[in-house]
């Protein structure tokens, strides 16, 4: 008697953007915004995504990015605009945002850098704490699955990954209540 062996089928590939993100939210002209797009790979199969971005609806980048099965793969793209404005940048059905504002003296150049640079790490605290999310979200699917040693590494590669963010979140958010804190006192001694 023969045993028979059945192959399973891998399910075909399931690629979307999980996660859009530009930052900083506001630049001067000729500063540089970095945009960041997680892909995520839900089904069996590896594939290649065909990523394009664009910027007030046209066609700023665009490359093509293999996603490995049951994982996700980051990219970023680094964008300089000239024009004073406010700019929408979509990738897939997600949209973020970014404004350009034009070159002004200011009165007080020390306490305007305190208060910009408290914005940016609250910002990248809150960037932070949604790839914390994403991440933990990840690895919640994962357990939703049949157990296997793959399956397994993979939660705990998620897990470590939200960790990681959650820390650097932690940091910037420290980062901006010390520099809020010397807003404060340069504002106070002025």
Known sequence: MSACSQTQTPTPANISVAHLSVRPGQIQR???VTITVILSN??????NY?????INDVKYAEKSITVTDSSIETTCHSATINKA????????????????????????????????TCIRYILEADEYKK??????D????????????ETGASYDRYMYTAQYYMDKADHAQDQA??????????RQGN
């Open 30 to 32: 000729r500063d540089t």
């Open 42 to 47: 839900t089904g069996g199969t590896s594939e």
């Open 50 to 54: 065909p990523l394009v971005l664009n």
């Open 85 to 116: 404005g406010s700019y929408i940048v979509v990738v897939g059905e997600l949209k973020d945002s970014f404004t350009v504002v034009a070159l002004t003296p200011t009165h007080n150049a020390e306490c305007d850098y305190y208060y910009q």
């Open 131 to 136: 790839l914390v999310d994403l991440y933990q």
């Open 138 to 149: 990840l690895a919640g699917s994962l357990m939703k699955r049949k157990y296997s040693p």
């Open 177 to 186: 209540r010390q520099y809020y804190g010397l807003y404060l006192e340069c």
